[in-house]
Each structure stands twice: as C-alpha cells, then as structure tokens.
C-alpha cells in the first residue's frame, strides 16, 4: 500500500515539483511548489475528515494534492490533464492498486477551473483546498511597484481560513484583505471562475459555499 508519506519523500517526485514550479517563477505565476502543495494536502484530508470518509480516502487525496500541480512541468496550459497523466506513470510504477490510482487521477484531472468538474467526492475536495490557497507568501515578486492584479490580490490577504461547520451543512472561506494591496473587486475579477467552481463542489459533498471577506458574506 502506497503511502502519503512514501509520496512525499520521493525524490523523483519532489524533482519533479521543483522544476514544474521553476517554469512558473518564468511565466510569473505565485508560488506552486511545497508550501502549496503541502496546504492543499492538509486541506484536502480535513474536508473528507469533517464528512466521515474512511482513513484511506483521506490519505489517497492528500497523494493526489501533493501530485496535483506536476503538470505544470509540462506546460501551464491544461497542467490539470498532464498532471494526471504523469500521476499514473508515476503511481502505476509504484505498484499502486489501480482503483486507488484511478481516484486520483480522476482528482487531479479534474482540478482546474478550466476543465474541471467535482465528479467524485476526492474532486471535489481537491478543488476547495487548491483554490482557497491565495495568501501572502505566495507573492514571488518583492517590488511591490511592479505587483500586477494577481500579485496585489493574493498580497492583500493577511490570513486565509477553510472550515467546515459543526452541522457539516457549510464550507466557509473567511479571508483578512488589506485593502491597500488589493480591493474585494480585484478578488472576484480574477477569482470569480475558481469561487464558481469551489461553489459546485461544496455541493457535489453537500455543502453549501460561503466565502467572507473581511467578516463580509459575498457568497
């Protein structure tokens, strides 16, 4: 049985993060490599933790999160698709069962905003935890005259918390912005699409979506 932590220290794959996210420090892009994918990890368990599913489910969507970016080597364009293709080569020579592959690969295929779809509950827990990291230390670029709309949003936000009610009947996205960085209106013009589809997969787990910012209810 493949593990998370087998995953997580594999130095193939680790190789392949860092040089997937080295191709975005070229294309200007915010932090893709360890402290996002081990965010995601982390969030992605506690969504399927809150709703009840099984020890295992938990772990395989923390792999398919840790995994989820290394398309982005390839190319920025449809990373979600290569990503997973390269997730199979990769768990398939593992030796991974290849039910548990199947799931996460269906999780990777399907993160992005672009083409994704919540279809199963490892999807839908992938896409809330990958688009509810925006944060500070994202921002690669240190002049802050030269910031563009991505680098002043994400900037702009001084704390980010996922939560899940008691109830287990909500998912909140409770962002602090500075607003001297970034306006709420800069969030949504860059943000709508991800929010939309974060939306969706708070249904598809029977979730309603709610995103605050600065103690405001916009969605």
Aim: aromatic share 6%.
């Amino acid at each position: 049985m493949i593990t998370f932590d087998q995953i997580r220290h594999n130095e193939t794959i680790n190789t392949y993060i860092r040089k997937a996210d080295a191709s975005l420090v070229e294309l200007g892009y915010t932090e893709h490599s360890f402290a996002h994918v081990c965010m995601v990890a982390k969030n992605a368990r506690y969504i399927l933790e809150m709703l009840g599913h099984d020890e295992r489910t938990q772990e395989l969507v923390q792999i398919a999160a840790y995994l989820h970016d290394i398309g982005n080597l390839v190319n920025r364009a449809d990373h979600s698709q290569s990503g997973a293709v390269m997730a199979f080569r990769i768990l398939d020579k593992l030796g991974m069962d290849a039910a548990e592959i199947a799931d996460i690969v269906t999780a990777i295929g399907n993160h992005d905003e672009g083409t994704g779809r919540p279809v199963s509950p490892m999807a839908a827990a992938l896409i809330l935890a990958d688009k509810s990291d925006v944060r500070r230390s994202r921002v690669r670029n240190q002049e802050e005259s030269k910031f563009d709309i991505h680098d002043r949003v994400n900037y702009s936000v001084k704390e980010a918390e996922l939560t899940i009610d008691e109830g287990r009947t909500v998912i909140r996205l409770k962002l602090t912005v500075d607003t001297a960085y970034g306006s709420v209106m800069d969030y949504f013009e860059i943000f709508m699409g991800r929010m939309l589809l974060c939306r969706k997969a708070a249904e598809a787990l029977g979730l309603q979506f709610k995103l605050m910012i600065n103690d405001q209810a916009l969605i």
